[in-house]
């Protein structure tokens, strides 16, 4: 059996949800409301949910929903998806804990994004149990309290984005949530502040430096090799790491060990431009290679890493998910590698992701999603790196 073949059996065996598309998920899900048609019927299904929407109040475009309950996509992970996904769970009458199940399983993607001052009324209302009608009431009210994109003009300390959804989690009236509006006014605009935090440390410890480059050209003129002080002496891992197997730099030509690209190539154990060349009609590792649709998409790249730590708006809570476990996963193992760590590992890896995924605002890792059970699997074996890089390379020569 391929690794492929193995990710896609261990995610259906955790979670059957998500071996269907989201036409059907959404489909079962009305069976809780009464409905008993056939779960396939797209017209029958979508007069259901209608009246569903005009008995909560909840505004909707009926060719919207007709489009849920056809073909195999899911709705798209940006911001007026999501409201329509907030919306739903309206409809449904879920809990806070439901929409995250539901954000997490179904629409997969993180349920609130509470530097937002809307998806901050809806995690409160949720949280409290306040149907949409007076959720979108609050929002008005919250609105005129201050602007979501000016600035503090108080001296504030810029909350971080999962510390400010605990914090909206314990408020219990809406006065309380008033004054927390008002209060931290300077925290509601640019997302993934933890993420990035979070991301920059890993990164400070994974990638290489200018005196790791600075090392490099001078032996690279010389054609000698690194002294044990001198490999001692390297600032990234995956530096570190490169010249654990190689003790010349023929390989190193043209390249910049300080630079993302080098980094994600170690990581990856491939050249991603030897697969996916620009100008000869191949795509991008993304949208080409050999993996589960859901581990595909957003996977984790050099222009990805940019636009998170430039605070690109188009970049999806998924994508910033996704490439803080790839990080993670690689500096966990790169450093028990480096460090000649005995033993078996997978616990404190699995535990050590949750706390760094969690610290960040996201889930933990999750069995029944493609992507995740790619580290997961890797995790568990005696080499972890060596099998991730394995499976990439297998998606790789599928995909090129």
């Known amino acids: 059996m391929s690794y492929i073949d193995h990710i896609l059996q261990q995610s259906a065996a955790t979670d059957t949800r998500l071996c269907q598309s989201f036409s059907l ?56 998806s999501r409201k329509r996904m907030h919306n739903l769970c309206f409809v449904f009458n879920f809990d806070y804990f439901q929409v995250c199940d539901f954000f997490q399983h179904v629409y997969l993607s993180r349920a609130f994004n509470c530097r937002c001052l809307l998806e901050s009324v809806y995690c409160y209302c949720f949280s409290v149990g306040k149907d ?45 949530f008033f004054d927390y509006v008002k209060s931290h006014k300077g925290s509601f605009g640019e997302s993934n502040q933890s993420a990035k935090r979070e991301l920059k440390r890993l990164l400070g410890r994974i990638q290489g430096t200018a005196h790791d480059q600075a090392l490099v050209n ?3 003129k010389n054609k000698t090799s690194l002294s044990d002080v001198e490999y001692g002496a390297l600032e990234g891992l995956a530096v570190r790491e490169y010249f654990l197997y190689h003790d010349t730099f023929q390989d190193l030509k043209g390249q910049n060990v300080a630079s993302a690209d080098f980094m994600l190539s170690q990581i990856l154990g491939i050249r991603l431009d030897r697969f996916y060349e620009p100008g000869k009609g191949k795509k991008s590792f993304s949208k080409n290679a050999g993996l589960p649709r859901l581990a595909r998409i957003n996977f984790p790249s050099r222009q990805l890493l940019s636009d998170i730590l430039n605070g690109d708006d188009h970049v999806t809570f998924d994508a910033v998910r996704k490439m803080l476990i790839l990080l993670h996963f690689y500096g966990f193992f790169a450093a028990a590698l480096l460090g000649r760590e005995q033993g078996e590992l997978y616990s404190a890896y699995v535990d050590d992701a949750r706390d760094q995924l969690e610290e960040s605002g996201y889930g933990p890792l999750y069995e029944g999603s493609p992507y995740d059970q790619i580290f997961l699997i890797s995790a568990k074996t005696d080499q972890p790196l060596d099998t991730f890089r394995d499976i990439i390379l297998e998606a790789a020569e599928e995909g090129a």
Request: net charge negative.
């Open 132 to 176: 949409y009608a007076a959720a979108q009431e609050l929002y008005v009210q919250a609105s005129k309290l201050q602007n979501p994109l000016e600035g503090s003009d108080n001296g504030e300390i810029t909350l971080f984005t999962g510390d400010m959804e605990r914090e909206i989690l314990a408020l219990g009236s809406d006065q309380e």
């Open 25 to 80: 998920q959404l489909a079962g899900l009305l069976r809780n409301y009464g409905y008993t048609g056939d779960l396939q019927d797209r017209d029958a299904c979508t007069h259901f949910l209608c009246g569903m929407y005009r008995n909560a109040s909840v505004p909707f475009e009926k060719p919207t929903l007709k489009s849920w309950f056809s073909g195999e996509s899911r709705p798209f992970y940006e911001s007026r």
């Open 218 to 220: 001078s032996h690279r």
